[in-house]
Antibody, heavy 122, light 110 residues
Framework: EVQLVESGGGLVQPGGSLRLSCAAS????????MTWVRQAPGKGLEWVST????????YYADSVKGRFTISRDNSKKTLFLQMSSLRVEDTALYYC???????????????WGQGTLVTVPS | QTVVTQEPSFSVSPGGTVTLTCGLT?????????PSWYQQTPGHAPRTLIY???IRSSGVPDRFSGSILGNKAALTITGAQADDEADYYC??????????FGGGTKLTVL
Protein backbone atom coordinates (compact mmCIF):
# COMPACT_ATOMS: atom_id res chain seq x y z
CA GLU A 1 0.00 0.00 0.00
CA VAL A 2 1.33 3.42 -0.95
CA GLN A 3 1.91 5.62 2.09
CA LEU A 4 3.02 9.23 1.99
CA VAL A 5 3.53 11.17 5.20
CA GLU A 6 4.26 14.88 5.03
CA SER A 7 5.92 16.84 7.81
CA GLY A 8 7.67 20.15 8.43
CA GLY A 9 4.76 22.53 8.17
CA GLY A 10 4.22 25.32 10.66
CA LEU A 11 3.95 29.04 11.26
CA VAL A 12 6.59 31.16 9.53
CA GLN A 13 6.85 34.92 9.14
CA PRO A 14 6.75 36.55 5.71
CA GLY A 15 10.14 36.37 4.07
CA GLY A 16 11.06 33.29 6.09
CA SER A 17 11.96 29.77 5.03
CA LEU A 18 10.63 26.31 5.70
CA ARG A 19 11.50 22.81 4.53
CA LEU A 20 8.79 20.24 3.99
CA SER A 21 9.45 16.52 3.90
CA CYS A 22 7.45 13.58 2.60
CA ALA A 23 8.35 10.07 3.71
CA ALA A 24 7.30 7.41 1.22
CA SER A 25 6.69 3.69 1.55
CA UNK A 26 4.88 0.89 -0.21
CA UNK A 27 6.30 1.47 -3.68
CA UNK A 28 9.63 1.77 -5.47
CA UNK A 29 10.36 5.38 -4.66
CA UNK A 30 13.27 5.88 -7.04
CA UNK A 31 11.13 4.79 -10.00
CA UNK A 32 8.38 7.33 -9.29
CA UNK A 33 8.12 11.01 -10.04
CA MET A 34 6.80 13.02 -7.14
CA THR A 35 4.71 16.17 -6.98
CA TRP A 36 3.78 18.85 -4.44
CA VAL A 37 0.25 20.23 -4.65
CA ARG A 38 -1.10 22.86 -2.30
CA GLN A 39 -4.54 24.00 -1.21
CA ALA A 40 -5.13 27.35 0.42
CA PRO A 41 -7.83 27.36 3.11
CA GLY A 42 -11.24 27.02 1.48
CA LYS A 43 -9.72 27.12 -2.01
CA GLY A 44 -8.91 24.72 -4.81
CA LEU A 45 -5.88 22.61 -5.61
CA GLU A 46 -2.77 24.23 -7.08
CA TRP A 47 0.05 22.30 -8.72
CA VAL A 48 3.36 23.48 -7.22
CA SER A 49 6.24 21.33 -8.42
CA THR A 50 7.22 17.93 -9.82
CA UNK A 51 10.51 16.03 -9.76
CA UNK A 52 11.44 13.02 -11.85
CA UNK A 53 12.35 9.71 -10.26
CA UNK A 54 16.06 10.29 -10.72
CA UNK A 55 15.82 13.87 -9.48
CA UNK A 56 17.41 15.17 -12.66
CA UNK A 57 14.33 16.95 -13.95
CA UNK A 58 12.34 19.46 -11.93
CA TYR A 59 9.37 21.62 -12.82
CA TYR A 60 7.77 24.57 -11.01
CA ALA A 61 4.66 26.68 -11.15
CA ASP A 62 5.36 30.30 -11.99
CA SER A 63 4.00 31.31 -8.58
CA VAL A 64 6.88 29.56 -6.77
CA LYS A 65 9.69 29.53 -9.33
CA GLY A 66 12.87 30.97 -7.90
CA ARG A 67 11.60 30.68 -4.32
CA PHE A 68 10.88 26.97 -3.88
CA THR A 69 13.20 24.03 -4.58
CA ILE A 70 12.03 20.45 -4.91
CA SER A 71 14.49 17.64 -4.23
CA ARG A 72 14.57 14.03 -3.16
CA ASP A 73 16.77 11.51 -1.38
CA ASN A 74 16.08 8.15 -2.99
CA SER A 75 18.22 6.31 -0.44
CA LYS A 76 15.91 7.58 2.31
CA LYS A 77 12.71 7.47 0.22
CA THR A 78 12.04 11.08 1.07
CA LEU A 79 10.82 14.05 -0.93
CA PHE A 80 11.54 17.63 0.06
CA LEU A 81 10.28 21.10 -0.67
CA GLN A 82 12.56 23.94 0.39
CA MET A 83 10.51 27.10 0.57
CA SER A 84 12.07 30.53 0.93
CA SER A 85 10.92 34.15 0.67
CA LEU A 86 7.56 32.96 1.90
CA ARG A 87 4.52 35.13 1.31
CA VAL A 88 1.08 35.35 2.88
CA GLU A 89 -0.35 33.75 -0.26
CA ASP A 90 1.80 30.64 0.29
CA THR A 91 -0.42 29.74 3.24
CA ALA A 92 -1.87 26.34 2.37
CA LEU A 93 -2.06 22.65 3.09
CA TYR A 94 0.79 21.09 1.14
CA TYR A 95 0.23 17.60 -0.24
CA CYS A 96 2.88 15.34 -1.65
CA UNK A 97 1.76 12.90 -4.31
CA UNK A 98 3.32 10.02 -6.12
CA UNK A 99 3.09 10.77 -9.81
CA UNK A 100 2.84 8.46 -12.79
CA UNK A 101 4.12 9.27 -16.23
CA UNK A 102 1.64 10.05 -18.98
CA UNK A 103 4.46 10.28 -21.50
CA UNK A 104 7.52 12.49 -21.93
CA UNK A 105 7.60 15.15 -19.20
CA UNK A 106 3.92 14.71 -18.38
CA UNK A 107 3.19 13.44 -14.86
CA UNK A 108 -0.11 12.99 -13.06
CA UNK A 109 -0.56 12.69 -9.29
CA UNK A 110 -2.04 9.31 -8.40
CA UNK A 111 -1.56 8.68 -4.67
CA TRP A 112 -1.70 11.44 -2.10
CA GLY A 113 -0.55 12.08 1.45
CA GLN A 114 -2.68 13.82 4.05
CA GLY A 115 -0.83 17.12 3.84
CA THR A 116 1.09 19.45 6.10
CA LEU A 117 -0.10 22.96 6.88
CA VAL A 118 2.05 26.01 6.22
CA THR A 119 0.87 29.32 7.64
CA VAL A 120 2.40 32.67 6.71
CA PRO A 121 0.53 35.34 8.70
CA SER A 122 -0.19 38.81 7.39
CA GLN B 1 -2.02 33.07 -19.54
CA THR B 2 -4.34 30.15 -20.23
CA VAL B 3 -6.46 29.09 -17.28
CA VAL B 4 -8.21 25.77 -16.70
CA THR B 5 -11.93 26.28 -16.18
CA GLN B 6 -14.58 24.25 -14.36
CA GLU B 7 -18.15 24.96 -13.33
CA PRO B 8 -18.06 26.35 -9.76
CA SER B 9 -21.02 24.27 -8.70
CA PHE B 10 -23.48 21.69 -9.93
CA SER B 11 -26.36 19.75 -8.45
CA VAL B 12 -27.78 16.38 -9.31
CA SER B 13 -30.64 14.29 -7.99
CA PRO B 14 -29.92 10.89 -6.50
CA GLY B 15 -29.87 8.38 -9.32
CA GLY B 16 -29.40 11.09 -11.90
CA THR B 17 -26.63 11.75 -14.37
CA VAL B 18 -24.34 14.76 -14.33
CA THR B 19 -21.48 15.83 -16.57
CA LEU B 20 -18.79 18.12 -15.25
CA THR B 21 -16.45 19.80 -17.70
CA CYS B 22 -12.86 21.00 -17.81
CA GLY B 23 -11.93 23.60 -20.39
CA LEU B 24 -9.41 26.27 -21.24
CA THR B 25 -9.84 30.05 -21.39
CA UNK B 26 -8.01 29.81 -24.68
CA UNK B 27 -7.94 26.72 -26.84
CA UNK B 28 -9.36 23.23 -26.95
CA UNK B 29 -8.77 20.39 -24.52
CA UNK B 30 -7.73 17.21 -26.30
CA UNK B 31 -6.30 13.89 -25.21
CA UNK B 32 -2.87 15.51 -25.56
CA UNK B 33 -3.60 17.34 -22.33
CA UNK B 34 -3.94 13.94 -20.54
CA PRO B 35 -6.83 15.13 -18.37
CA SER B 36 -7.21 13.59 -14.93
CA TRP B 37 -10.04 13.93 -12.45
CA TYR B 38 -9.97 13.91 -8.64
CA GLN B 39 -12.63 13.75 -5.98
CA GLN B 40 -12.17 15.48 -2.64
CA THR B 41 -14.48 15.33 0.35
CA PRO B 42 -14.15 17.77 3.26
CA GLY B 43 -11.13 17.11 5.45
CA HIS B 44 -9.69 14.49 3.13
CA ALA B 45 -6.95 14.31 0.56
CA PRO B 46 -7.94 14.10 -3.10
CA ARG B 47 -8.69 10.71 -4.60
CA THR B 48 -7.86 9.87 -8.20
CA LEU B 49 -10.92 8.95 -10.28
CA ILE B 50 -9.89 9.16 -13.94
CA TYR B 51 -6.59 9.61 -15.76
CA UNK B 52 -5.46 9.90 -19.37
CA UNK B 53 -8.94 11.18 -20.32
CA UNK B 54 -10.95 8.04 -19.67
CA ILE B 55 -9.09 5.42 -17.63
CA ARG B 56 -10.66 4.70 -14.27
CA SER B 57 -8.28 4.44 -11.35
CA SER B 58 -8.25 1.19 -9.41
CA GLY B 59 -11.34 0.72 -7.26
CA VAL B 60 -13.34 3.55 -8.84
CA PRO B 61 -16.95 2.54 -9.60
CA ASP B 62 -17.92 2.36 -13.25
CA ARG B 63 -20.57 5.03 -12.75
CA PHE B 64 -17.66 7.46 -13.17
CA SER B 65 -16.46 7.93 -16.73
CA GLY B 66 -14.24 10.38 -18.54
CA SER B 67 -14.31 11.67 -22.10
CA ILE B 68 -13.70 14.59 -24.40
CA LEU B 69 -16.91 16.46 -25.20
CA GLY B 70 -16.49 19.13 -27.81
CA ASN B 71 -13.57 21.28 -26.75
CA LYS B 72 -13.50 20.15 -23.11
CA ALA B 73 -12.67 17.16 -20.97
CA ALA B 74 -15.68 15.76 -19.19
CA LEU B 75 -16.43 13.67 -16.12
CA THR B 76 -19.81 11.95 -16.15
CA ILE B 77 -21.40 10.42 -13.09
CA THR B 78 -24.24 8.04 -13.97
CA GLY B 79 -26.60 7.07 -11.19
CA ALA B 80 -25.33 9.61 -8.67
CA GLN B 81 -25.25 8.57 -5.05
CA ALA B 82 -25.29 10.63 -1.88
CA ASP B 83 -21.62 9.95 -1.20
CA ASP B 84 -20.70 11.42 -4.58
CA GLU B 85 -21.29 14.82 -3.00
CA ALA B 86 -17.80 16.30 -3.09
CA ASP B 87 -15.48 18.70 -4.84
CA TYR B 88 -14.19 17.54 -8.21
CA TYR B 89 -10.98 18.78 -9.78
CA CYS B 90 -9.48 18.27 -13.18
CA UNK B 91 -5.81 18.69 -14.01
CA UNK B 92 -4.32 19.20 -17.46
CA UNK B 93 -0.80 18.78 -18.75
CA UNK B 94 0.19 22.17 -20.16
CA UNK B 95 3.55 21.17 -21.64
CA UNK B 96 7.19 21.34 -20.50
CA UNK B 97 6.47 19.45 -17.30
CA UNK B 98 3.84 21.93 -16.17
CA UNK B 99 0.39 20.93 -14.95
CA UNK B 100 -2.58 23.07 -14.04
CA PHE B 101 -5.65 22.32 -11.95
CA GLY B 102 -9.07 23.72 -12.62
CA GLY B 103 -10.78 25.68 -9.90
CA GLY B 104 -12.94 22.72 -8.94
CA THR B 105 -16.66 21.96 -9.06
CA LYS B 106 -18.68 21.57 -5.89
CA LEU B 107 -21.22 18.84 -6.58
CA THR B 108 -24.36 18.65 -4.50
CA VAL B 109 -26.54 15.55 -4.55
CA LEU B 110 -30.10 16.42 -3.56
Amino acid sequence: EVQLVESGGGLVQPGGSLRLSCAASGFTFSYSAMTWVRQAPGKGLEWVSTISGSGVSTYYADSVKGRFTISRDNSKKTLFLQMSSLRVEDTALYYCARSSSCGGDCYRPDSWGQGTLVTVPS
Amino acid sequence: QTVVTQEPSFSVSPGGTVTLTCGLTSGTVSTNYYPSWYQQTPGHAPRTLIYNTNIRSSGVPDRFSGSILGNKAALTITGAQADDEADYYCVLYMGSGISAFGGGTKLTVL
